[in-house]
């Protein structure tokens, strides 16, 4: 069987789900090399900046590591600017929605609002509320939400900064994009 035997999902057959079972897992299993191919791709992303957006995620990636962070902040960190290209209005969720199966809750929380966690440094030079954050105060993550961005993400634009190439995140972007998605041993606190 070259392909499925359907033209509507109605009429498929237990054969066809099986085939397609198949090909979906060994697709699920090359996730790492995609999420590599695409951080890759912020080298030519959004511009203006001292550093190119994969420069920003490897230095952000490297700060979180150096300050002994685990494997799921720093690979969370690694792709919170992965929607950039995509979805430049809400790279945040983008990305958050990419790590959300594999990672615990909190650093998918984190990922999702850093965008608004973001605003203490800038907002004000811009027209916005830089406590828009604090809306979130109780938010059992809020503080873990303010180190990201405060020791990791803003933190990072700096040409100068001694950061790890792509390549030494490999290991990493394989072992949590390669566990059983939503699996409660990982997305659970």
């Known amino acids: 069987m070259d392909t499925v035997s359907f033209t509507q999902m109605a009429d498929g057959t237990a054969e066809d789900y099986a085939f397609l079972a198949k090909h979906e897992a060994e697709f699920a299993?090359?996730?790492?090399?995609?999420?590599?191919?695409a951080l890759e791709g912020l080298r030519d992303s959004l511009a203006g900046y001292k550093i190119d957006r994969l420069t920003h995620s490897l230095q952000c990636a490297t700060r979180a590591e150096r300050d002994g962070a685990d494997i799921d902040w720093v690979v969370s960190v690694l792709v919170h600017d992965l929607g950039d290209d995509l979805a430049p209005?809400?790279?945040?969720s983008f990305a958050a929605a990419i790590l959300r199966p594999y990672v615990r809750d909190e650093c998918a929380w984190v990922v999702q609002h850093h965008g608004i966690f973001q605003y203490p440094y800038y907002a004000n030079k811009v027209g916005l509320d830089p406590d828009a954050h604090l809306k979130f105060k109780d938010h059992p993550y809020f503080d873990a939400a303010v180190k990201f961005c405060?020791?990791?993400?803003?933190?990072?634009?700096?040409?100068?900064?001694?950061?790890?190439p792509l390549e030494h995140f490999r290991g990493m972007v394989e072992t949590v994009f390669r566990r059983p998605a939503w699996d409660d041993a990982h997305i659970k606190a």
């Open 150 to 164: 405060r020791d990791w993400d803003q933190a990072s634009f700096d040409p100068d900064y001694d950061t790890y």
């Open 89 to 92: 209005l809400n790279h945040d």
């Open 29 to 37: 299993y090359a996730l790492p090399d995609r999420i590599m191919r």
